[in-house]
């Protein structure tokens, strides 16, 4: 009988951190997870609950934007498919509003 969850498709979700550099600086790390998920609602609800832990343990801010995507080939579980890192003098919501939610995005 084949794994339930292996019948899910897989999901990326994109999110950002906002972790405070040596020098008081901000430092915004843009991370895309893998998760299988019943739909993109579902993949951001684990996002959510992953990047807390994330949050935790590297000791920053994750910020309210999650951004969900199919993925169309098989790969493995769990693996972070992407990583940004960046100073900026940005608060929080100008930097997510300058460089991922200008509006001009596009997701396929």
Do not use: K
Not at 24 to 45: C, H, K, P, S
Not at 99 to 104: I, L, P, R, S
């Amino acid at each position: 009988m084949p794994d339930e969850d292996h019948a899910q498709p897989w999901f990326t979700v994109r999110s950002h951190v906002r972790c405070t550099g040596e020098l008081g600086q901000n430092i915004y790390e843009e991370r895309v997870v893998l998760f299988r998920a019943t739909d993109a609602d579902d993949a951001i609800r684990q996002a959510e609950r992953e990047a807390a832990e994330y949050g935790e343990t590297v000791g920053c801010e994750v910020l309210p934007l999650f951004q969900a995507f199919a993925v169309a080939d098989e790969v493995g579980a769990g693996g972070e498919l992407f990583s940004l890192m960046r100073e900026s003098e940005l608060d929080p919501d100008s930097y997510l509003d300058r460089f991922f939610d200008t509006g001009a995005e596009r997701t396929s």
